[in-house]
Structures are given as structure tokens and as C-alpha cells.
């Protein structure tokens, strides 16, 4: 009896979780964006203790560690080490957040060894994907408020970029149920009805990066089932001339896409050679984590100092908060260091391998298939956006790195369950010192808050008390 209800506690934590995305706060600054940091902080505070007494009750065999789990921790503890050296142990929100995403790895980590926790992640993922699509139908209809001034569908998020990038990381694992074999027919239609109502509302979110993404994870899924199958049945002569095509229709697609957004294009590719150059400053370690928004006006000037840009790049120039591509992100902040490691992680969770097979009889296992195909989106949509800086988008790429880290290459020799109790007891003790430090800064955007709506009504003289008093 106590196991049933550990386990429906501990499933109700996991949707608690995972509602993070659908999270606005009203009575906060930002609500769209600060709320959602508070209630991820909470639910974790709640989800990890259960998580350890589920495994205490309901170990399930000894852990697996493999190839990803220590090419991620490598990555982590250089990310801490950098930061630590550089800045202390303090840090802002965004830092508080990355230390979050440690537990919340290894927690999704350990269940997706199971066929049943998978499946069920991947129904919490596709409903809240097809919740934030129909909320955003309800935008476009005048049902309910955006929340960007500029823009008519957001969902719960504060830009359709980050917004139409959740859905399209989404997309593969919706197609997935919709064309999983292994269930009845019946059972397929939550899938289909989702993976419908996620592709319609796509288009309207205007996000090149987003299409580009749902195409490329939805080729890997459709690939995997339909492929094989076809390629037997298909000439060779045909299937060149099919392959030249493809080629041909990918191009043009990438040509429509950059002439829908011209300006735009041409912005980021002027972010994109910035940022590139700034990479050679540091280019080991980086300028730190948090960093880029500091150094980037200064190299974009020199950059124009040096008869680098155009006229036309000049009429595009900004001071931007993003690199609008995580890699690059990454390797101006924590160097060619981090980006090496990070970038080897998600090369394993993609399935790149070199040789050899996994200890539970070999790669490929049909039920991470979607997992990696999701993760394939989501590298895409980081190659154009700023995933990472937005909560929602960093808190699925963990479940999706963490899943898809079940089915890389095991280590020889694994710790007893006994062994890996002092990690379970670390995940908790930071999740508790961080969300303390999370959650105690919720008065202050409550206040900033305030401040702010007076500035709007004209009490300028009381704004700028409370903006003194948040000041001090």
C-alpha cells in the first residue's frame, strides 16, 4: 500500500514538474518568464525527495552508468569549476537554474531505464506540448491574452521563438505515437490528435527555426519506421534520383526561409561572425558563464571598427542578449573546453558511435528512437535560437539528453546500488540549498512588480522610491 502511494505521489510530483511550461505568474514582473522559475524550484523540492524514496522502496537492480553520464558530469563539474574560480560561489538566476538541471538529470535519468517511465514521459511531454498548442490557437483567436506586445501567439511563454521551439522539439515524439505499431489502432489517436493540432499551429508562430527543427526530428522518426521498408522495394536508380530531389527541395526550403526573414537572416549572421571572433580572445575557457550580453557590444564595435561590416550589417546592428546558436554561446563563455565536452555528450546521446556495443546487447533501442529524434530537433532549434536561456526549453533538453543516455555504451564496471546513495543524498541537498536561494528571491520581482505598474500609471515618484528600496 505504502508503494502505491509513493508511486502516485511520485507521478504527480513528475506532472507538477513537467507544468512548469504552462506556468504565468500575474502578481510577478515578467510573470511569463520569472513565474515559471519559482514553481520549477518548488516542484523540484518535492519531486527529488520523492524520487529517492521510490528508489529506496523500488530500486529495480543495480544503476547503469554509461559513455553520456560521464561525458555530462564532466561537463558540469567543469561548468561549476569555471564559474566558481571565476565568480564565487554565488551567481544570478540562470545560474541557479543550471545547478537545477544536475538533479534533474540524474532523476530522469534513472527512470528512463524503464519501458513504463518512458512511456509515461513521453505521454507528460506530448500532453503539455498539445496543452501550449491550443493555447496558442486560443491566442491567434482573441481567446486569450499574448504575452508580447508584438506578437499574437505566444502560449504561455513571453516570444513565439522559444515558444514555437518547445512545440517543434515536441513534434517527434507526438509522430512517434501516432505511428507506434506496437499498440492498437485505437491507441494511437491521443498521438495523432496531438501531432495535428502541434503542426497547425507551427506555421503561425512565424519561427523558421522551429520548421527547420519539427522537419529534421520528424525525418529521423519517419526514417525509422517507413525506411528500411521503402529502400528494399525502390530501385537504386530511383532512389538516387529521389535523394536529388530531397536535396533540391531541402535547399529551396532554406532559401524560402531566408528570404521570408531577410533582415532577420542577416542579423543573426552577423551575430553569428561576432561571436566567432570573439571566441579567439578566450578561446579555452571562455569569458565565463552569464557573459556574452557583457562582451559582445564591445567586439561587434571593434568589429566595425575594422572595416569588417557592411552597410548593409550596419543598418541590422543591435545589442543583443543572445548568440542565437547555443554552440557558439557556449564556446565564447566556457571556451573550446566546454564546447568540446558538451558537444561530445550530445553527440553520444545522438547515437554517434565508433565502435562497439552497449552491455544490454547493443545501440539502437526502438523506444529511445523518438528521444533522440526530439534531441536531433532541438539541436537544430539551437543552432538558430536561444533554447538554453529559456526554462521550459532547457528542462526538456535535460529529459532529453537523459533519456537517451540510457542507451549509450555501459561501463564495465558499475557501482553497487549501495554506492551511488551519497549522489541520491547530494542531489537533494542541492536541490534544497538552491531552490532556497531561488525562491527567496520571489519578493523582490513581486515588488519590481509594483514598481513598475506605477511607473506605468505615472507615479514616477513612487516608482523610483521602490525601485530605490529594491536598489539597496
Known sequence: MMTRITQFLFGAALVALFSTVCIVDASLWRGAVTGKYFWFAS?????????CIRMYRNPQGDPVIRSADIAFAAFAVYAVLRHVLTEGIGGGMHWYLFLLMIPLYAMIRSLSGSRNMTALLTGIIVVFAFVEAVWGILQLCGWLPSYHRGFRITGSLFNPGPYAGFIAVCVPLALSLA??????????????????????????????????????????????????????????????????????????????????????????????????????????????????????????????????GSEAEIAVAGNPAYAFNEWLHIAVELGITGLFVFGLAVLLCLGVRWSGATATGGYGNNRYTAYRASLLSFCVFASFSYPFDVLPLSMLFTVLAAATASDTRALRRQPGFRNIWPGMALCVVMTGIVSSGILRNRPYYADWREAHNLLLGGSYHDALEEYGYLHD
Open 179 to 308: 505511428l507506434d505499431r506496437t499498440v492498437i489502432s485505437g491507441k494511437r489517436w491521443p498521438g495523432i490528435v496531438a501531432l495535428v493540432v502541434m503542426s497547425g499551429v507551427l506555421p503561425f508562430t512565424g519561427s523558421r527555426a522551429a520548421w527547420l527543427a519539427a522537419l529534421a526530428g520528424s525525418a529521423v522518426v519517419l526514417w525509422t519506421v517507413f525506411g528500411e521498408r521503402v529502400m528494399t522495394r525502390i530501385p537504386r536508380n530511383r532512389r538516387v534520383a529521389g535523394m536529388i530531389v530531397g536535396t533540391a527541395v531541402v535547399l529551396a526550403l532554406l532559401y524560402g526561409a531566408y528570404h521570408l526573414k531577410k533582415d532577420s537572416a542577416n542579423g543573426r549572421w552577423l551575430i553569428w561572425k561576432v561571436t566567432a571572433s570573439m571566441i579567439g580572445e578566450h578561446p579555452l575557457f571562455g569569458t565565463g558563464q552569464g557573459r556574452f550580453a557583457a562582451v559582445y557590444p564591445d567586439a561587434q564595435a571593434d568589429w566595425f571598427a575594422a572595416g569588417k
Open 43 to 51: 516542484a523540484m523540492c518535492l519531486a527529488v525527495p520523492l524520487w
